[in-house]
């Protein structure tokens, strides 16, 4: 009897050092890849948002929930991701309804390109931080790349392994704690890059997206739909990578069809004040804070008018949060 | 009784499911020769046994070399499918099998099911060992299940991946870079010596994880590694180097064509002759490969010192001249790489981009580490092995944790990495 | 003593059975012939290999240079436009190593000889039908490298050689 107690104990603390090497080796997204911590700190803050924003980086670098809230006093969150696919997409919205329903739920449009999976690198910095669930499980099923396997998720050991000669400070601080990277899912750039030259754009060997994203879109409306939830379209102001008429086209025909409202501010730029030798941080391709701060007020007072939202400036409540987080999201850029 | 039997058909029915998952064109060829040979082995009582002999060896080996050379070519006559995998393993047993039955070594097996499991059991079905009939039937028969064997099997394939995936996947790296550099004597010197260590790892480390799995199942197979980097003399080494293909390879050829019982002369011309037949089983390409160690070791004076280290660093340092056969793409280069430890040096250059190699200082302490400790295992094997039969199941599995750990974290495997990419299965 | 007369036939015809098939096995091993085969650029002579190390001294310079950045990762595509043709490169340690070469007019033409302009018969007999196909939009796959040609009305309207790094 004593020596099978014995044995359990030894067995159960190889299986935890097991888990702490293994979290050891995880890499910690707190001060490089930042990007790979955006799905995990969600989690922290799951309910209260009248606006979620899905997309990849021309949402989580171009929208600012600090600004809507300051100028409308909108309340919101953007669960975007590096690279976000459609089928991501979809993965996310799906777990974010679990949390919370939304009054109105923003798709920004440029992953439309994109009909197959692109990276695992940009899978890692989705999947890491994600819960574990059936909608995680659905989302790894379509997104990962030849040369991975569900192993590498269930065991991230199996995949960081490597690092354990590569650990940094950051892994030991950071091992038991994280620190808030985003504010409500964006991610401050005040760096200035003026807009340059890009490379020739290439000829489309087709005219239409991929039918697979058409299926994560329809996915994404009838399940807003099922939600009562206003689905919209947006494609930020992004200059590269190329936005060709045609898919401009096809998503606009696509609105149409189903009375979505799509609001394309590549051709609004003027309106909304954006001037790309001030308003990027990597010439053209992401906004930078002045250029989110102006893409985000615009926006502001359109969602405002048109989806009745409440101004959470005038319920105590939020007022008392959301002024917490302001007097972080102005600390954050003034020590910049 | 009816128990063995039901494991029997189990474990048959496993191997042909792993063999069917590798082609369905391997599979029909493979069962097709089992079925051949096993009649052909039945009526070998009879008169005729002579020429059915010839005819069936004529047979095996013919068709094995049509399928080792149309595969191997560009032009494949089958370009639609893959050749056999393990046929190399296969063709050595069968020949053995029909060998030992034609010489009345043994009776042949009338249960169709013991004769396909010795031929089809998967875990040899990449590198081996090459099985003797008697062997495997004594080593089935005798199998017994227990925790202390599934305990040893589980360690064995520990530290099959502690040298595949710890020593052998880092060594892989850097001789890769090193023979990119093909420049100067240190170049080739030191892809020869760590291609001897790689090979070794990768080589004994499939095994260990071949016959743990064995172990873990109850059955204590044959070694084919023993030290062999400790041996003392070029013959010695092999006699402790791919032991079931030595052993093979004197059965079946050197004793044939005269043994030790002949006069000087002869029997140094038949261990060539074995020799040339090894290099040619692992490709044309390797027939100077087996001249040079025909040679070594039917002349062992000429790598013979008094003292006992020189020889064992001098054998070593022999062998792993010899692989360069194996390690430049045709025998010229390899020559000619041979040919330049002697003429250009280079050893200052070399270890000045030492750390250019594609490991990191880190790295190649690991990998330092790592090999001094295998060493230094190797040469206690027996004593360790004594302490921990020993020892209590507590330790056991300390030690296999803390092992499994090491593994994990240390080897070098994953993304961008196979594992199963074995070095000798090419062969 | 029989025996041994069987043995040694058997030895003989092995050896000899090797021997004269030698040739073709050891000119074996294709797949190493695979990874050096590749699709190849040559510009006036000048051969621009992908995957090679990209450096102004050794192409000239260019016309007009683009980067562009990734999301979330270090590193920068950097594209040099020529006259004719544009390359674009992806950081590998401090090196830069060419990606793609993309076809800006029908000035230049493929090693094989395929220029803009030119109609699908002419591809199909120089890559032939192997390529993998979606809508008008062909892949040949030679070791490592790839050769995208796009097609409208038949017609080759876009050639661009890619080396796919992930």
Not at chain 3, 21 to 35: A, I, M, R
Request: charged share 20%; aromatic share 18%.
């Amino acid at each position: 009897m004593k020596r099978n107690i014995r044995v359990i104990g030894i067995v159960f603390l190889f299986v935890l050092s097991f888990f702490l090497l293994q979290h050891l080796v995880e890499p910690k997204y707190m001060t490089n890849l930042v990007e790979g911590s955006f799905t995990r700190e969600y989690y922290q803050e799951t309910e209260g948002h009248e606006v979620i924003f899905i997309g990849d980086c021309e949402v989580y670098a171009n929208i600012s929930p600090m600004v809507l809230y300051e100028e409308e006093g909108i309340t919101s969150y953007v669960r975007g991701n590096s690279q976000q696919l459609l089928w991501q997409s979809y993965g996310i919205l799906k777990e974010t309804l679990k949390y919370e329903t939304p009054k109105v739920v923003v798709f920004n449009v440029g992953a439309m390109r994109y009909g197959e999976p692109v990276s695992e690198a940009y899978n890692r910095l989705f999947f890491d931080g994600m819960k574990w669930s059936r909608e995680k499980l659905e989302t790894l099923s379509h997104s990962m790349t030849e040369k991975e396997n569900l192993f590498y998720y269930l065991f991230p050991i199996l995949r960081y392994h490597s690092r354990i000669t590569e650990l940094t400070k950051e892994d030991f601080t950071y091992f038991f704690k994280s620190k808030k990277i985003t504010h409500n899912g964006f991610l401050i750039n005040q760096e200035v890059k003026p807009v340059g030259t890009f490379p020739t754009e290439r000829k489309l060997g087709k005219d239409d997206f991929d039918e697979i994203c058409y299926k994560y879109l329809d996915q994404m409306r009838i399940l807003c739909e099922e939600h009562g939830i206003t689905f919209v379209l947006m494609k930020a102001p992004s200059l590269y990578p190329y936005w060709p008429d045609v898919y401009e086209q096809r998503i606009q025909e696509y609105a149409d069809k189903y009375h979505l409202d799509y609001y394309n501010f590549k051709e609004k730029t003027e309106k909304i004040g954006i001037d790309y030798s001030q308003d990027t941080y990597d010439g053209g391709l992401h906004l930078n804070l002045s250029g989110a701060t102006k893409l985000s007020t615009y926006f502001s007072h359109i969602l405002k008018e048109k989806y009745q939202l409440k101004d959470g400036r005038k319920d105590d409540k939020i007022k008392e949060i959301y002024d917490k987080k302001l007097k972080l999201y102005r600390e954050e850029i003034e020590n910049r | 009784m009816a128990r063995s039997k039901i494991v029997e058909w189990i474990f048959l029915f496993i191997s042909l499911f792993v063999y069917l998952r590798f082609g369905l064109f391997g599979f029909c060829f493979l069962s097709f020769s089992v079925l051949i040979s096993y009649f052909a082995s039945l009526w070998m009582n009879r008169k005729n046994k002579k020429w059915l002999f010839i005819g069936t060896i004529f047979l095996f080996v013919s068709s094995f070399l049509f399928l080792k050379i149309s595969f191997s070519s560009v032009s494949s006559f089958f370009p639609s499918v893959v050749a056999p995998l393990g046929i190399s393993y296969f063709t050595l047993q069968i020949l053995s099998y029909l060998a030992d039955v034609y010489s009345g070594k043994i009776k042949p097996e009338k249960n169709l099911i013991r004769y396909a499991l010795y031929l089809f059991y998967f875990p040899c079905l990449f590198l081996g060992p090459i099985h003797r009939y008697s062997q495997f039937q004594k080593a089935f028969d005798e199998r017994h299940f227990s925790w202390s064997s599934f305990l040893h099997g589980w360690m064995r394939i520990l530290l099959g991946l502690f040298k595949k995936l710890i020593v052998a996947g880092r060594m892989s790296i850097w001789i890769s870079a090193w023979t990119l550099h093909a420049e100067g004597g240190a170049y080739a010197l030191f892809s020869m010596i760590g291609y001897s260590l790689l090979l070794y790892c990768d080589f004994s480390g499939g095994i260990d994880l071949v016959l743990g799995f064995s172990n873990m199942l109850g059955l204590t197979l044959q070694e084919n590694f023993d030290r062999p980097f400790f041996q003392t003399s070029v013959s010695d080494f092999w006699n402790h180097w791919h032991i079931s293909l030595s052993r093979w390879l004197r059965d079946y050829i050197y004793i044939p064509l005269g043994g030790n019982r002949v006069g000087k002369i002869r029997q140094k011309i038949n261990v060539i002759l074995t020799f040339l037949v090894s290099g040619i089983w692992h490709g044309t390409h390797y027939l100077l490969w087996g001249l040079f160690h025909g040679i070594l070791v039917s002349f062992p004076s000429l790598s013979k010192t008094p003292w006992t280290w020189v020889n064992r660093l001098l054998t070593f340092l022999l062998v792993s001249i010899s692989w360069a056969f194996f390690l430049y793409p045709d025998s010229l280069s390899a020559l000619q790489m041979i040919g330049s430890l002697f003429t250009t040096f280079q050893y200052p250059s070399f270890f000045r981009q030492i750390l250019t190699y594609g490991l990191d200082s880190i790295q190649i302490g690991i990998c330092f580490v790592a090999t001094v400790g295998l060493f230094w295992y190797e040469s206690k094997r027996t004593w360790i092995h004594q302490k921990l039969k020993k020892s209590s199941l507590e330790f056991q599995i300390v030690v296999i944790g803390s092992l499994s750990l090491i593994v994990l974290l240390f080897g070098v495997y994953g993304i961008g990495f196979h594992v199963e990419e074995f070095i000798y299965s090419r062969f | 003593m029989k025996k041994k007369w069987f043995y040694g036939l058997f030895i003989l015809f092995f050896l000899v059975s090797v021997c004269a098939c030698g040739k073709t096995e050891s000119s074996s091993v294709p797949e190493d012939k695979s990874k050096t085969e590749a699709f190849t650029f040559v510009y006036e002579g000048k051969e621009i290999p992908l995957n090679g190390v990209f450096s102004r001294e050794e192409y000239g310079e260019e016309m007009e240079y683009a980067e562009t950045p990734s999301c979330a990762f270090d590193g920068l595509d950097k594209t040099y436009r020529y006259e004719h043709y544009e390359i674009t490169t992806y950081p590998e340690g401090e090196e830069e190593r060419i990606l793609s070469i993309y076809f800006l007019d029908d000035q230049v033409e493929t090693k094989e000889g395929l220029r803009l302009g030119d109609e699908k018969d002419k591809m199909m007999e120089l890559y032939g039908e192997d390529g993998t196909s979606h809508d008008s939009f062909y892949t040949y796959t030679k070791g490592d490298t790839q050769l995208e040609i796009l097609l409208q009305d038949d017609v080759v309207i876009s050639i661009e050689y890619v080396y796919p790094t992930e």
